[in-house]
């Protein structure tokens, strides 16, 4: 049984580098594992536990959030707030050397808790940032490999499409997730600006020297208080035990239609629809690959493959912190290669059990696993980031992988700190009272 489960892992990846749409390879698989499982006890594939398996696999509640985020992070970038939240992180920033780049890891860091995509920070923010940062004296290498890095917070800092994926595949609580990238995500972002203080003494980044009139600075301070409160009101009101993920995203949408619509009015009813569509679209991918993998879940796990997994893993090594150490390898690995979302479907149902039994929390196996995925972002050959911000920039992937290596390594520092010390994931939950 164990080499029929290797075939089956092996066969799912191939049909994947391939090109087989990632929710046919695992209908597929999940299919063919039950097929394994019927032909071995000598009973019939259950055809109503496949389609039960698929609309469970899109029934549970809290997947109602990742449509919710998505909609309100896309009304609220469509209502023009990216140069409204550069223009606050210019404030903060003041006339530090490499102000720009600093500008656009806060930036990013705001825009990721209205979006939890790292692929909408980089286009948004780099769009705007790149040509600006080009304009100014920056190298694009040094510009692209900034905002590419700094897209990263996105899915970290609450909320967040990829950790609400890892909870409902794991049955982890959503808001102990959120809870728990808080601290990580702004070690990320204040790693990333250690890092352009480093490379001013070597880059010379430019400085700007012009002071902001008061009048400059109550705009911007305006300015920013409306699209801010939007991440605000939802990690608030998670925080302190108001409303759930699923019903925070709800309101959020909430939020930024009558921000976008009747205070700073810049949509239009006629705007909406494709507003909807763009965010259907979105949506729909995602949620049709984790109704499918609860199929891939179900086949595997009637095989026992958990159980293997867990006994392979224990036979090679007990110790949790050697085990992280080979999660850590694998998951960096898998990102080059597969989009996050799609790999934590796979992957979490295998790797969680192990992680419990070695007595390392849900939440903080979690966030270690979103991290490495997320991170998969900006290391080629997939890295999306790297794709959107060098075409941006019009510069080659090459160049944009080595603008970015700095960051890369920054952010894997960071990767290797929450591994290790649980209590930067753990500890904001815990003081929350929620369960890790």
Known sequence: MGIIITLLIIATFVLIIVGVPIYVTLLLTGVLSLGVLASSTGTPIATVAVSQAIYNGMGNLPLLAIPFFMLAGEIMNRGGITEKLIRFAL???????????????????????????????????????????????????????????????????????????????????????????????????????????????????????????????????????????????VVGGIMGGICTATEAGAIAVVYSLIVSLFIIRTLTFKDLWPILLNAVNSAAPLLLIIACARVFSYGLTALQMPVMVNDLILSITENKWVFLLLVNILLLIMGMFMDGGAAVIILAPILAPVALAMDISLIHFGLVMCLNLTIGCITPPLGYCLFITGKIGKISIEETVRGTMPYLLAEIVVLLAITYIPGLVTYIPEVLGYKI
């Open 91 to 233: 404030l903060l920033i003041g006339r530090l050397p490499g102000n720009l780049a600093h500008a656009g890891i806060v930036s990013s860091m705001f825009f990721g808790g209205i979006t939890g995509s790292a692929q909408a920070s980089a286009s948004c923010m780099g769009g705007i940032l790149i040509p600006a940062m080009k304009k100014e004296g920056y190298s694009v290498k040094e510009a692209a490999g900034v905002i590419s890095a700094a897209a990263v917070c996105g899915p970290i800092i609450p909320p967040s499409i990829i950790m609400v994926v890892y909870a409902t595949a794991v049955g982890a609580s959503v808001g102990s997730m959120f809870m728990g990238g808080i601290l990580p995500g702004l070690l990320i972002g204040f790693s990333l600006m250690f890092i352009v203080i480093l490379r001013d003494r070597v880059c010379h980044f430019p400085r700007r020297t012009e002071k902001l009139t008061s009048a400059e600075i109550k705009k911007s301070l305006l300015d920013a208080i409306i699209p801010l409160g939007m991440p605000l009101i």
